[in-house]
Nanobody, 127 residues
Framework: QVQLVESGGGSVQSGGSLRLSCAASGYTYISRSCMGWFRQGPGKEREGVAAIDNGGTTRYADSVKGRFTISQDRAKSTLYLQMNSLKPEDTAMYYC????????????????????WGQGTQVTVSS
């Protein structure tokens, strides 16, 4: 049973920073896998924010490039999302997602690509 547990959300002012974490369990994290971060704002569809594969190749949505950094500690089976220069439009529930035993593809930014999800952590950015 794959389990993903996010933490690190909160409320910050515009321009601030937050670091999200996602602890993974239930599968061999160090094996080939694609890990991603998604977000869903009020009344919006879930959108891909960033993804990383076992080789460390990263992918980002244009809206967060240069501000967000995805990383992982495979020894700790933990995924991170460092978010800097936060804007009010970044306000959303952020979800960790995993596609196990496979690599990331150009479909990484679609929710259907991932089979496992965490419960989400709320990020609120005030102006």
């Amino acid at each position: 049973q794959v389990q993903l547990v996010e933490s690190g959300g909160g409320s910050v002012q515009s321009g601030g920073s937050l670091r999200l974490s996602c602890a993974a369990s239930g599968y061999t994290y160090i094996s080939r896998s694609c890990m991603g971060w998604f977000r869903q704002g009020p009344g919006k569809e879930r959108e891909g924010v960033a993804a990383i594969d076992n080789g460390g190749t990263t992918r980002y949505a244009d809206s967060v490039k240069g501000r967000f950094t995805i990383s992982q500690d495979r020894a700790k089976s933990t995924l991170y999302l460092q978010m800097n220069s936060l804007k009010p439009e970044d306000t959303a529930m952020y979800y960790c997602a995993a596609r196990v035993y496979d690599s990331c593809s150009d479909s990484w930014n679609f929710a259907w690509y991932f089979g496992h999800w965490g419960q989400g952590t709320q990020v609120t950015v005030s102006s």
